[in-house]
């Protein structure tokens, strides 16, 4: 059904498989930064508009490949879109960030609430298929999610927050209901990255962007606990080839021994974070290991292209050797930001750090540095 994968590097690395060089791809690689995305957003008048629109979503997705010689797609859809399946109403206003028309904030819209109907959702697996024939192996496909956490934040805020009152309020005050909301999102997002993966996804991520503004206990109680109930129910191959899971809490740094535990490939890690220590601590040889995305400031990229290359350099250095034993798994990373691209980014920068994370990357494979 799908043509022959020819770039492997990426999932070779999720899989701490010894690669030529450091894979690189970046999480909002399809977007606003763009002229030609503004350019086909405009057309499809929306972004809901771009996203469920098979043609569209494929035409955005590979926008950045005809671009950048990235090591891998993902899918262009949003994090929101599974709470949009519950009914709660998702909209986009220009300039502005997602709402949802109704929130889940008393114990009766929690009670109504439950896995919803996948067909609901068939214009994302229409689109993951579409964009995986469009690929045609160039490289792989990543599908991806919000874990249930961070979807729980939107549902009960009803859009993005700076103090998190409401959704904590009812996590302290409810934690009864809190936990059925985290249930339900949990089984719905297993249930939607399978489809995603049956649909031609090679590799699926989890996103916990809200995460790292949950207190020590809270953070392991209602959204590590969660993520986990997502993992336990992935599919771990189709079609008898294994399928890679990553998962990036924005802000969650200082849980990586806990978020060692879990069951899935690969760490993301924001720019806060030592990846030499990271590496130490989850990265090397062992039960548990795993390979590491991240993590370069994405306001790096407003530097000039020289500062653009030292700070990619700094970034790779600061991993460590790479894994070079095509015999054996080791430890190895994936370069990505610490967070999705700045709309505001020049293009051309993004050139500049594609292209350095490939060469700096080799050149520590062969000593050239």
């Known amino acids: 059904m799908f043509a022959p994968l020819q770039n492997d590097t990426f999932l070779r690395a999720c899989l701490r498989q010894a690669t030529d060089y450091t894979p690189v791809w970046l999480m909002r690689q399809a977007g606003r930064y763009l002229p030609e995305y503004r350019a086909t957003r405009a057309q499809a008048g929306s972004f809901m508009g771009l996203a469920t629109n ?17 090591d891998a797609a993902i899918l262009f859809s949003d994090i929101l879109t599974v709470p949009d399946a519950m009914g709660l109403g ?27 109907d996948m ?41 993005g927050s700076s103090d998190y009152r409401l959704v904590k309020t009812m996590m302290y005050q409810r934690p009864d209901l809190m936990h059925q909301i985290l249930a339900v999102n949990a089984d719905s997002v297993a249930q939607y990255l399978n489809l995603q993966i049956e649909a031609g996804a090679q590799a699926v991520m989890i996103f916990d962007s809200w995460g790292g503004v949950l207190a020590d206990a809270a953070f392991h109680t209602f959204s590590l606990a969660y993520t986990a109930r997502v993992l336990a129910q992935l599919k771990r191959e189709h079609n008898g080839v294994k399928i890679p899971r990553l998962v990036f809490t924005k802000g969650g740094g200082q849980w990586l021994d806990a978020m060692k535990q879990l069951d899935c490939e690969v760490l993301g890690l924001d720019w806060t974070v030592n990846l030499a220590r990271a590496r130490a601590l989850v990265g090397e040889n062992g039960p548990n290991a795993k390979a590491l995305q991240g993590n370069l400031d994405p306001n790096v990229l407003f530097a000039n292209p020289a500062q653009i290359e030292a700070e990619v350099a700094s970034v790779l250095n600061s991993f460590g050797a790479p894994h070079t034993d095509r015999t054996q798994n080791g430890p190895t990373q994936i370069f990505n930001l610490g967070h999705g691209i700045s709309q505001f980014t020049p293009p051309e920068n993004v050139e500049v750090l594609v292209r350095a994370v490939h060469a700096h990357s080799r050149s520590l494979r062969t000593g050239a540095c």
């Open 54 to 70: 098979t043609d569209y979503a494929t035409e955005v997705t590979l926008q950045p490949l005809e671009r950048f010689p990235l």
């Open 90 to 116: 998702l909209s986009f206003a220009l300039g502005e960030g997602p709402k949802f028309a109704t929130p889940i904030r008393d114990e009766a819209a929690v009670a109504k609430l439950e896995v919803p």
């Open 119 to 159: 067909n609901k959702l068939r214009y994302v697996f229409d689109a993951v298929t579409s964009i995986r024939k469009a690929l045609n192996g160039r490289v792989p496909l990543i599908g991806f999610s919000g874990s249930p956490w961070t979807l729980a934040c939107y549902m009960v805020e009803g859009a």
